[in-house]
């Protein structure tokens, strides 16, 4: 696909981020790392939660999607890194087995003011389990390196 610079990116561009699976081995194991709560690493309680079962934590499910962006569009580009995301809404419980879809929506491109060598992208981004249905969505913010006046 060849690397991508700033301006390669327009207003509703969708790119697709490619999918992941995910395994109850993995929630168990995040969440006793990083979100011990009993409906995140105990099955059993799980099943008397709201849940009514095991469920990856917020984060994981976050951290599931960074894995896609890094992969899917990230490693093709001039990426400078990130200021953080506007929003993040866990919007449906991943469970183990679930397969996760991830995409981004180019929402704004700006040329830096104060950086001339880089741009600034705004993206809405999601997540879809196997069923459809919505789990993660967020807005990002993205610095991209400008393509050189020599290319």
Request: aromatic share 8%.
């Amino acid at each position: 696909m060849g690397i991508h610079y700033f301006e390669d990116f327009h207003v509703g561009d969708t790119f697709d981020l490619g999918s992941i699976q995910v395994t109850e081995e993995e929630i168990l194991a995040f969440a006793r790392q990083f979100d011990p709560q009993p409906f995140h690493i105990d099955p059993e309680r799980a099943k008397d939660s709201i849940f009514h079962g095991l469920v990856a934590s917020g984060w994981h499910t976050a951290s599931l999607f960074m894995r896609l962006l890094a992969d899917g569009l990230l490693r093709e580009t001039i990426s400078i890194g990130s200021p953080g995301v506007d929003e993040v809404r866990w919007r449906n419980p991943v469970r183990p087995g679930d397969r996760l879809r991830a995409t981004l929506t180019v929402l704004e491109c700006n040329p830096s003011r104060s950086r001339p060598s880089m741009g600034i992208v705004r993206s809405a981004c999601e997540m879809v389990n196997q069923k459809g249905e919505v789990v993660l969505t967020l807005l990002g913010i993205h610095f991209f390196g400008r393509r050189p006046a020599n290319l």
